[in-house]
């Protein structure tokens, strides 16, 4: 650089000059740099760090939750959301023992309990949606299954979830009020398992929620039943740890945008 001044100025500097040239340059370029790398507030500075917000939502959450993720990240330029999905009562299990969580959706008030009582949760718990159950069948119902009764019918090959999650705990509740003898063939750990044995024409029904059968298309068909109506799961939200991008997220997700995304896929508003 100081060869290029030297050549373009014709002239050459005495030997202390140019000694004092080099340091000017070298001094300016070290001001320069530690600058830049010093404060993200100049505007030389480094943009700002992205930061991360873990949220764990039930299985029948999964497609709702990815898009509002994906919506909260675009208005959020600077924060990154990563999703958990999975049976409720597995995820708060998850939590009471420490899991780096910034959020919580549940698909039941007792599984949300469970962390409220381990003084996990920040803030109060708020029910955002409601769901009911719906039988799901191989498309054109090969078994002909009409109503819940069907599920006391032993050549069936049934699938629900386990007692313990939210969606197996309101079929429980469904066959205790139908007096229905249910002999089911597997319980799954989440609504997507069942919904899976039925796609895969594994099981001859299932019981998921409306929603879910709503986001799996032509895979399966739905068969709705009086009954479902008497068992309405709530699912509550949460913030599990003190983040300011945690609660701006279940912001989002109560705000107008959240509501719309959450009617279009099936889900009642409270």
Known sequence: MIGNVVQHRRRVLPLGAALVAVLAVLAACGSGGSGGAGGAGGSGGKAA?????????????????????????????????????GGSAQLAQQI????PVDVFASASQATMDQV?????????????????LEIAVPPGNPAKIKGIADFGRDPLRLAVCLPKVPCGAAAQ??????????RPDTFEDDVKGVLTKVELGEADAGLVYRTD???????VQGID??????????????????????????????????????SKAGFQQP
């Open 49 to 85: 760090a992205q930061r991360t917000i873990t949220v764990s939502a039930a299985a029948s959450l999964t497609g709702t939750f990815t898009s509002l993720a994906h919506q909260f990240e675009a208005s959020h330029q600077n924060v990154k959301v990563s999703l958990n999905f």
């Open 116 to 132: 409220a009582t381990a003084n996990k949760a920040t803030g109060k718990p708020t029910v955002f949606v409601r769901n009911v």
């Open 213 to 219: 059968v709503a986001a799996a298309g032509s895979k």
């Open 225 to 262: 039943f009086p009954e479902a109506g008497k068992v309405v799961n709530s699912y509550p939200i949460v913030a599990v740890s003190d983040s300011v991008d945690a609660a701006q997220f279940i912001a989002f997700v109560l705000s107008n945008t959240g509501r719309s995304v959450m």
């Open 96 to 99: 009471v023992s420490g899991a």
């Open 173 to 182: 509740k469904i066959f205790t009020l139908t007096h229905v003898r249910a």
